[in-house]
């Protein structure tokens, strides 16, 4: 307690809602200052499971620059964490990265009792006063009902450098997309991406529920400027037939606006256990084989900007050695990911 009462003596406490504080991941902005990856929008619109999971911060960054000699953060969370395999510095923390773009560099993560539902905590104190850019990644697995940004009281915030475009990459897909089961928030995949372009990446990914929802096809469409939208949810179709009956439409829709945004379709990486038990190998190239067809299907009607992407090349050769559970990634899983997105998406962006 005299802890907290000597943070709030020392700080004053800004709110990230706020100039010139900028908010990335959030593509529908904050509603009364609500967090949340999707509309908000009545009952029944969507299924449950992906309205609740909407509310998970996943993704989220808060950016900006300041000459703080000291940062801390207070977070008021919807709940504890009560994953039995993800850290709770991945489900309820926030993490802290250092510089501008090209040259981010992590510095910490907030740490906490793992049953609490609020915190505070200094991310550092006692830097050179310089100007220098910050990210902060809300937790991936959690809602954040709120957040204050405390400095030292003379320090100045800035807003950050300018992204290179308004474009933004679009990430939808499963629990592994919403970073599952990484060890802190900063390496879910799409945030290792967002360090190196320069663009603002919005994760969509639900956690056993990312299942082709038409809804969020058409949420997806009401997003601005989208330069690539990632097709990553074959994992959480409990059947092939279930993904073949929703692809085809959940493109349809999306080119229904956007008929030159190019998609990448991404299939479903091999489960640790594969090696052993071989229905879950003929299962993983019957959904391959079927997104690949898709995909040149549509490619040989003229739509020469959706791509594919087999999920077992981004793993390479240590796929055995990249999960928690043999499903989900370890930071080193998400690292193979993003290293092997990082090449398509650089080629794909080329011609944007």
């Known amino acids: 307690m005299d802890n907290e009462v000597e943070i709030k003596e020392r700080l004053k406490w800004l709110s990230p809602l706020e100039a010139p504080f900028r908010l990335s991941g959030f593509a529908w902005g904050t509603y009364g200052g609500k967090y949340r990856r999707l509309p908000v929008v009545e009952p029944g619109v969507l299924r449950q499971a992906v309205d609740e999971l909407a509310n998970n911060t996943a993704g989220g960054q808060i950016r900006f620059r300041t000459n703080a000699t ?3 953060i207070q977070a008021k969370l919807y709940a504890s964490n009560t994953a039995e395999h993800i850290p709770a510095t ?5 993490d802290c990265y250092l510089g501008d773009h090209a040259s981010q560099l992590y510095y910490g993560t907030t740490r906490f009792p793992y049953d609490a539902d609020h ?4 991310f550092y104190e006692d830097l050179t006063s310089e100007m220098r850019g910050v990210t902060l990644h809300f937790p991936l697995f959690q809602g954040v009902h709120e957040v204050q940004i405390g400095v030292n009281a003379d320090a100045v915030i800035e807003e950050p450098f300018a992204y290179d475009s308004d474009g933004k990459v679009i990430v939808y897909g499963t629990s592994i997309t919403q970073g599952g089961c990484a060890s802190r928030p900063g390496m879910a995949y799409s945030n290792i991406l967002s360090r190196r372009f320069n663009l603002e990446f919005i994760n969509l990914g639900f956690s056993g529920n990312g299942q082709g929802d038409p809804e969020v096809a058409t949420f997806i469409n009401d997003i601005n400027y989208p330069n690539v939208v990632v097709l990553d949810y074959d994992t959480n179709c409990p059947t ?7 692809m085809p439409e959940f493109i349809r829709i999306i080119r229904g606006k956007h008929p030159k945004v190019p998609i990448i ?4 990486i091999p489960f640790g256990f594969e090696h052993a038990k071989r229905s879950s190998y003929h299962d993983r190239i019957e959904r391959m084989t079927f997104q690949r067809e898709l995909v040149d299907t549509l490619r040989s009607q003229d739509d020469g900007f959706i791509h594919f992407c087999d999920g077992a090349d981004l793993l390479g050769d240590i796929w055995n050695e990249c999960t928690v559970d043999g499903i989900h990634h370890t930071d080193l899983g998400f690292m193979q990911l993003a290293n092997g997105l990082t090449s398509i998406l650089q080629n794909i ?3 944007r």
């Open 70 to 72: 000291k940062l801390a």
């Open 119 to 122: 915190y505070e905590y200094v």
């Open 349 to 351: 962006l080329k011609g």
């Open 90 to 94: 991945a489900v309820n923390g926030f």
């Open 265 to 268: 379709v991404v299939s479903r």
């Open 240 to 246: 092939p037939q279930k993904l073949k009956d929703t």
